[in-house]
């Protein structure tokens, strides 16, 4: 429409992720996204809602970018169960090494702050945590696991990545992180032990 502002909406999303990202969802404020994405604040309410409306846009958008990248990981999971355990935490330590992006993880730290989110976007950000569960949970299990090891596997793996984000975030060095991985790998390979060779366990854990 003519003398109306146009902009970019996926470069805004992005920006607004990046300012929940790297300061949490409590401190930021509609100003803060303001500054982020170039928008002033009627625009803000008026192309994206109020800050719960984009909170969940940018969680689901990060959700859905990372998602993506996880199933990857995971898809040669029914031959290579634990080739692709390993490339899921890839992922993520990748992600958590790369110096133009936030430290620390959205989904883990939305999860931290569900006490002070409204029940909308806490249930939100339930979803988005149990849905690494779920993938996790399919991939083992097409890996050969039991269901019920598939799913204690699946919730324990889950807890572990999120924590990745946590440890960064407090300081823990990239070797410090490679070696709870290696922990939860070692302890895979022992549940998947007489699949051998044919479950890819020639890789040792890192």
């Not at 992600?95 to 959205?106: F, K, T, W, Y």
């Not at 050969?144 to 807890?159: I, N, Q, S, Y």
Request: aromatic share 6%; with cysteine; hydrophobic share 45%.
């Amino acid at each position: 429409m003519a003398g109306r502002k146009q902009f970019d909406m996926d470069a805004v999303l992005d920006a607004a992720m990046t300012q929940f990202w790297r300061a949490g969802y409590a401190d930021t404020s509609v100003d803060d996204l303001s500054r982020a994405t170039g928008l002033n604040r009627s625009s803000i309410y008026s192309s994206l809602g109020d800050k719960d409306a984009l909170f969940v846009r940018c969680l689901e958008r990060y959700a859905t970018r990372y998602g993506e990248k996880y199933d990857a990981a995971l898809s040669c999971a029914a031959d290579r169960p634990l080739a692709a355990v390993r490339a899921f935490f890839e992922v993520t330590l990748e992600r958590i090494a790369d110096p133009d992006l936030p430290d620390g993880c959205l989904v883990a730290q939305s999860a931290m702050a569900i006490p002070v989110l409204s029940s909308s976007v806490a249930a939100r950000t339930n979803e988005a945590v149990g849905l690494q569960r779920v993938r996790l949970g399919a991939a083992l299990r097409a890996g050969g696991l039991h269901e019920a090891t598939a799913d204690d596997f699946a919730v324990h793996v889950a807890a572990v990545n999120l924590s990745l984000a946590v440890m960064s975030r407090s300081g823990a060095s990239a070797e410090q992180l490679r070696a709870i991985v290696g922990v939860t790998l070692g302890a895979l390979a022992h549940a998947l032990g007489a699949r051998g060779s044919a479950a890819g366990l020639e890789e040792p854990p890192a």
